[in-house]
């Protein structure tokens, strides 16, 4: 589940189910993971094994202007970089 299976033309890895060292949400972590609707996401570090968990609901009140992949990035540093 950590190896891709795809690389996408922007650079992430697709492996089954999970993105590997996706920079649009992961930022320079190397890690794995998967995002969700309502701004959740979950990663895990491969060089560590840490895991962290983002629970949000960027959908409340409104569904616009709710881009949180800075937030992501920060969250996800902070744990696992």
Known sequence: MTTPAVVSAV?????IGLRVRDR???GDVDAVGHTGFTGTCFAMSLQSGRVAVLLTNRVHPTRS???ISGVRRRF???LLG
């Open 11 to 15: 650079g992430y890895g697709q492996a």
């Open 24 to 26: 649009s949400w992961m």
């Open 65 to 67: 202007g709710t881009d």
């Open 76 to 78: 996800l540093r902070g």
